[in-house]
């Protein structure tokens, strides 16, 4: 480790960097203060290697927080995630690597950005269920688990939805009798989405519904996911969770 962080009883984040050189800073970025402590390091690293200007440093973001809130969603309101993309810019990273974003314009607003591909953890998913045929929730996963489909040459049924007040309306558009299914998507948040296109699968004919998200949040727990889906994948991005119900791939550095 080339840094140390502290905190202060107030809040207040410090870091110190013990070595000069190149730097490769990862977190999950799911918080406010994840961003401000890769902005102390990257500050004190900028002081400790002012006359090294050979030096790379790069940040990897697992989790960024505010990726749902890619457009200003109703006048008057703030654009949440180029506030955010603004302050990453402000650290000026030579590089920043972001693990499955919501859309591309997080990639779009942030200076020297990539995206770090989910394909890896969709490929174990898969294995370890015996080749489903995998489906994305909506027009938003479906360009991206289209790519996946190909990479791994499986089956790709595409669903759609919309919110109906809130709460999102499916229709499915292929054939699922007698298959087991793999809904591929970036993150459950309570995850109604999910439950009710594994519903929706079931009342098809699916024989098994299995979800892979990377960033599992989960924040009303897995009692009604438990109704309709047999089992979940996915990283610790967000957290780490504790349940049979769940597999979770754990990422380098977390
Ligand atoms: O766990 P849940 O509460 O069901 O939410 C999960 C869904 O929400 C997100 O999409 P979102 O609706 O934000 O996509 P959008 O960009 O189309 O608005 C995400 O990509 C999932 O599809």
Not at 69 to 80: A, I, L, V
Not at 129 to 144: E, F, H, Q, R
Request: hydrophobic share 40%; charged share 30%.
């Amino acid at each position: 480790m080339k840094y140390e962080i502290k905190k202060f009883h107030d809040g207040q984040v410090t870091a110190k960097i013990a070595e000069t050189g190149d730097i490769h800073i990862k977190i999950r970025g799911n918080s406010y203060e994840d961003l401000f402590r890769a902005a102390a390091i990257k500050e004190a690293w900028d002081a400790t290697n002012a006359t090294h200007k050979t030096a790379v440093a790069k940040l990897s973001i697992f989790c960024l927080i505010g990726q749902r809130s890619d457009r200003r969603f109703n006048k008057g309101e703030s654009f949440d995630l180029k506030v955010i993309c603004k302050f990453i810019n402000d650290m000026k990273f030579d590089a920043v690597s972001i693990l499955h974003p919501h859309s591309a314009i997080s990639l779009a607003l942030i200076e020297n950005s990539e995206k770090i591909s989910h394909v890896t953890y969709v490929e174990k998913a898969y294995n370890q269920i015996g080749n489903p045929v995998l489906v994305s929730p909506d027009a938003g996963a479906y360009k991206t688990t289209h790519e996946i489909a190909e990479k791994l040459n499986a089956d790709l049924v595409p669903s759609n939805k919309v919110r109906v007040d809130g709460a999102p309306e499916i229709s499915i558009q292929g054939d699922v009798k007698g298959k087991e299914c793999l809904i591929v998507d970036d993150l459950a948040d309570g995850g109604r989405t999910f439950k009710f296109l594994a519903e929706a699968l079931k009342k098809q004919g699916a024989t098994k519904v299995f979800l892979y998200v990377t960033h599992g949040q989960f924040n009303y727990g897995f009692d009604e996911l438990k109704e309709f889906i047999d089992h979940i994948y996915c990283t610790n991005s967000y957290k780490d969770i504790d349940d049979d119900f769940v597999t979770q791939f754990k990422l380098e550095g977390l």
